[in-house]
């Protein structure tokens, strides 16, 4: 055993040396999981006198575009005014005059009368005007007159009219006939008719009475006829 040794250690020793910085040392060993940090990276520096404007269909364009709406204010958005309707002079004057009206020195003047309604033909008779009425005295701008004309056959005719002071606006005429003994046959019937409900005839003061009412110039007008308008009790 020992000449194996010592011939061994001979052969080490004839060995050449290999210098410390010639030998290759196995590489280390590596984690499994490297950290690996990125870059830092630094946004570009922009200039603001060179930045672009945005596109024209971009969504900041068009927020950024002006409202002439928000800019003109509230005055912009106001409708044209209507201008002011003009009032007839004459008209005027004869609302002035209330309740006076132009034909009252006609009443029980016997003459040729024409009553104007509105939609059907005009009412020409021989008759006198029984009785007019208008309303004390009033600032509005239309007012009502009633008048009642007895024809020389013996019929009575009601007129209501509606004036307005205005210019461009024409008055409003209603009128109707009531005749005691009708002469045409639908006439008659539907007299017939009313007279049958009734078990009487219908006066002309009853049928004043439904073409007016019971209202202030109605009543105004009533008085200048008879006590038949008033409700008799005992």
């Not at 570009?44 to 575009?65: D, G, M, R, T």
């Amino acid at each position: 055993m020992s000449d194996e040794r010592t011939e061994r250690a001979d052969r080490t020793e004839e060995l050449p040396q290999v210098p410390e910085a010639a030998r290759v040392r196995p590489p280390a060993a590596q984690s499994p999981v490297a950290s690996v940090n990125p870059p830092s990276v630094n946004p570009p520096s922009v200039n603001p006198l060179s930045a672009k404007p945005p596109a024209a269909n971009s969504p900041s364009a068009y927020q950024a575009a002006p409202n002439p709406a928000k800019e003109a204010g509230p005055e912009a958005k106001k409708a044209p005014e209507t201008p002011p309707k003009q009032v007839a002079q004459a008209k005027l004057e004869m609302r002035e005059r209330l309740p006076a009206l132009e034909d009252d020195a006609d009443v029980g003047v016997e003459k040729n009368q024409i009553v104007t309604r509105d939609g059907k033909p005009d009412l020409a008779f021989n008759g006198v005007l029984v009785a007019s009425a208008a309303p004390e005295h009033t600032v509005e701008d239309h007012w009502w007159e009633y008048r009642i004309y007895r024809t020389q056959g013996g019929k009575h005719v009601f007129s209501k009219i509606d004036r307005t002071i205005y210019e461009g606006e024409d008055d409003a005429y209603t009128a109707e006939v009531f005749d005691p003994s009708p002469s045409s046959v639908p006439s008659q019937l539907l007299r017939s008719a009313r007279e049958l409900a009734r078990s009487r005839p219908v006066t002309w003061q009853e049928a004043a009475a439904a073409f007016y009412g019971y209202g202030p110039i109605a009543k105004a007008l009533y008085r200048k006829l008879d006590s038949s308008f008033e409700e008799q009790i005992e």
